[in-house]
């Protein structure tokens, strides 16, 4: 019992065919490969951090007026053109995120998301919608064989000659119903007007547009209370409203099918700073 007792009392080294590691050698290459891990996992984390960084970082230059930021059925749209959307949505905007609960006095309003979007991407994505739904106007009205301008440098003369032949009317005595001059922006939308109504009556006369008497009296018994009369006291009212509710659906259908193509500073446009103090 003695002998057995005292040889299961060796130690491992003295016994035949065993090897024993240090503990400390152990210990220090376990430690050398957490750290190595961890370095490597903290290079990778500053590595995101810095890209994340920079991606969000406020963009102080402004963007070249003349620079594409996204393309309509491959009609070239600038930022010039855009800014006239930015423009012209911005209080909207501004009271929708007021609306639910923003800052809109603090410094970082633009650039604080709500539901993950901030108020300058929003504000970016209603314009870019605009500026397409624009075009899409003025493609349906050339397709109707009206005279109407498709590239934003056409636009820009159209209002320019709109402005000179009102000015040239004014110098002679003539009488210019309207505004003496146009803003830019109320000229896009004195324009539309105008492509309207000559669109909507070409596609009626070529059959784009339903402009029947069955189709205006079908409408009339559909929409009785916006109509005061008969039918055919009212009748050419009734086919205005027919013909601009199946335009307005039309343009809606084609601005769906549109196609859009955007560049990278359109999706970099929320971080410029002009965008955040309205001067883009």
């Known amino acids: 019992m003695r002998a057995r007792s005292a040889h299961s009392q060796l130690r491992d080294h003295d016994r035949p065919g065993v090897i024993r590691r240090p503990a400390g050698r152990s210990r220090l290459v376990v430690w050398i490969a957490a750290a190595v891990v961890a370095i490597l996992g903290a290079g990778g984390f500053l590595t995101y951090a810095l890209v994340t960084a920079t991606a969000a970082a406020p963009i102080a230059d402004r963007p070249a007026p003349d620079a594409t930021v996204l393309t309509v059925d491959r009609i070239p749209v600038p930022v010039r053109e855009l800014a006239l959307y930015l423009a012209r949505d911005r209080s909207a905007i501004v009271a929708e995120y007021q609306a639910r609960g923003a800052d809109i006095g603090s410094a970082a309003f633009w650039q604080t998301p709500i539901d993950g979007v901030t108020p300058a991407r929003k504000l970016v994505a209603k314009a870019k919608d605009d500026v397409v739904r624009l075009h899409v106007q003025l493609q349906l009205a050339a397709s109707a064989h009206v005279n109407a301008p498709q590239t934003y440098d056409q636009l820009v003369r159209a209002w320019q000659n709109e402005n000179a032949r009102r000015a040239n009317a004014l110098d002679k005595g003539q009488p ?44 009339y018994t559909a929409h009785a209370d916006r109509f005061s009369g008969a039918f055919e006291t009212v009748k050419q009212q009734v086919i205005l409203h027919m013909l601009d509710e199946q335009y307005q659906h039309l343009i809606t259908e084609r601005t769906a099918d549109a196609q859009v193509e955007s560049e990278p500073l359109l999706d970099d446009l929320p971080r410029y700073s002009c965008l955040a103090d309205g001067s883009c």
Do not use: C, M
């Open 176 to 219: 210019v119903y309207g505004p003496q001059q146009f803003s830019e922006s109320d000229f896009i939308d004195y324009l539309l007007g105008n492509l309207g109504q000559q669109a909507q009556t070409e596609l009626a006369a070529r059959g784009g547009l339903d402009g029947s008497d069955a189709a205006a009296r079908t409408y």
